[in-house]
């Protein structure tokens, strides 16, 4: 089931550790919902989350400087962490890898 979902982010609670800053919302997602028996038992929801807290004016907008900045920093502090567990990161293409032997 697709959905969408508009609103508000104000009132007294907190979400994520943000104070409610009067932010506007607009969110979609989808629910992939799976009945046994009758009953639901299983509902699992896809939404954009880096969207929603674009929004909530916790992480900087798409395609900005500042958003190029922290994916990059991100993405230096992943590869050495896959280097460092021995993992063997293979650059394919900018900016698609391969890692190999990763462990849980």
């Known amino acids: 089931m697709c959905w969408r979902a508009t609103g508000t982010f104000d009132g007294s609670a907190r979400f994520e550790g943000l104070a409610p800053n009067g932010a506007e919302l ?3 997602g989808c629910d992939v919902i799976a009945v046994r028996d009758g009953k639901l038992y299983r509902n699992d929801v896809y939404m954009n989350a880096a969207e929603m807290m674009r929004q909530l ?3 900087p907008p798409a395609g900005s400087a500042a958003e190029n900045a922290l994916i990059a920093t991100l993405n230096a502090k992943h590869s050495n962490l896959w280097l460092d567990r021995g993992a063997g990161v293979a650059a394919l293409a900018r900016p698609v890898s391969r890692v190999r032997g990763c462990q849980r």
């Open 57 to 59: 004016g916790a992480l």
């Open 26 to 28: 607009d969110l979609t």
